[in-house]
Nanobody, 123 residues
């Protein structure tokens, strides 16, 4: 699976952005998907995950719960991360990942990774 993340940019605090991750190659629908982020000088951290196929299960880091929403459109081989009420501490490079199990994604063990898209939130 090849993954291409997009949608990052500069936004003011309180604003919104929607990230997209387009997948190609092997069957997208059979992979759990997730988003991670890495801020300058910090380790990569989990943001959100969605289960394979219908995506009926989702899971969020406490820091984004209630503000971010993960979804997927299997017809378009794309997953999304809707980010609302953005804060300066959300500034990071955001990476999408695909994995063979939902649990592996939540644990940060994705099998495939996108190249990252930069989100900058100004105060």
């Amino acid at each position: 699976v090849q993954l291409q993340a997009s949608g990052g940019g500069l936004v003011q605090a309180g604003g919104s952005l929607r990230l997209s991750c387009a997948g190609s190659g092997r069957t997208f629908v059979n992979y759990a998907m997730g988003w991670f982020r890495q801020a300058p000088g910090k380790e990569r951290e989990f943001v959100a995950a969605i289960s394979w196929r219908s995506g009926e299960s989702t899971y969020y880091a406490d820091s984004v719960k209630g503000r971010f929403s993960i979804s997927r459109d299997n017809a378009k081989n794309t997953e999304y991360l809707q980010m609302n009420s953005l804060k300066p501490e959300d500034t990071a490079v955001y990476y999408c990942a695909a994995g063979t199990s939902y649990a592996s994604i939540v644990a940060g063990r994705g099998n495939y990774w996108g190249q990252g898209t930069l989100v900058t939130v100004s105060s």
